[in-house]
Antibody, heavy 119, light 109 residues
Framework: EVQLVESGGGLVQPGGSLRLSCAAS????????MHWVRQAPGKGLVWVSR????????SYADSVKGRFTISRDNAKNTLYLQMNSLRAEDTAVYYC????????????WGQGTLVTVSS | SYVLTQPPSVSVAPGKTARITCGGN??????VHWYQQKPGQAPVLVIY???DRPSGIPERFSGSNSGNTATLTISRVEAGDEADYYC????????????FGTGTKVTVL
């Protein structure tokens, strides 16, 4: 059974940093592209970032470019999102999602972790 | 950036058919994926590549895509289908390249 389990969310002050993790199991993690998607309270889904199978290629939404860094450790079956210079508008549930390499639909999703940016 | 527009809400009686539209410029030339999100839960892929169903998704869920509109159809609607539904495309010329629709709340009367 495919499982994606996010962790690392919490309350952080504006300008602060947080690192999210997503532990994967039940599939060959190193063969899949991985994404982060976020959802502000009561709002819709917004794509944040993508990393390819071996970590050599990444892409970001303009809203987080230069502040967020996506990475992965295939030996540990874990995806990361380093978030710096956090703003109030980054407050959201952050989901990790998997995609078959080279495809563009989000096949499986984690349960999400809440990030709240507030003083 | 590429924009996908969905109706905010759709209401349907049990046993009837719900149709959720997703409008975008020449969306028929793109592959459309659909997600179901129940309150407090993560999204679930219900249709990919316009009309394919992942394993475990009932045949009552179907999709089509042509021109400027993609449509998710839920036949013989059940109470358990009440959820938010989002369409999504990948557009290599857009930034961001992964785009979600605005979302539609399906209410089962």
């Amino acid at each position: 059974e495919v499982q994606l389990v996010e962790s690392g969310g919490g309350l952080v002050q504006p300008g602060g940093s947080l690192r999210l993790s997503c532990a994967a199991s039940g599939f060959t993690f190193s063969s899949y592209w991985m994404h982060w998607v976020r959802q502000a309270p009561g709002k819709g889904l917004v794509w944040v970032s993508r990393i390819n199978s071996d970590g050599s290629s990444t892409s970001y939404a303009d809203s987080v470019k230069g502040r967020f860094t996506i990475s992965r450790d295939n030996a540990k079956n874990t995806l990361y999102l380093q978030m710096n210079s956090l703003r109030a508008e980054d407050t959201a549930v952050y989901y990790c999602a998997s995609a078959v390499a080279g495809t563009h639909e989000f096949q499986h999703w984690g349960q999400g972790t809440l990030v709240t940016v507030s003083s | 950036s590429y924009v996908l527009t969905q109706p905010p809400s759709v209401s349907v009686a049990p046993g009837k058919t719900a149709r959720i539209t997703c409008g975008g410029n020449n969306i028929g030339s793109k592959s459309v994926h659909w997600y179901q999100q129940k309150p407090g839960q993560a999204p679930v892929l219900v249709i990919y590549y316009d009309s394919d169903r992942p394993s475990g998704i009932p045949e009552r869920f179907s999709g089509s895509n042509s021109g400027n509109t993609a449509t998710l159809t839920i036949s013989r609607v059940e109470a358990g289908d009440e959820a938010d539904y989002y369409c999504q495309v990948w557009d290599s010329s857009s930034d961001p390249s992964y785009v979600f629709g605005t979302g539609t709340k399906v209410t089962v009367l």
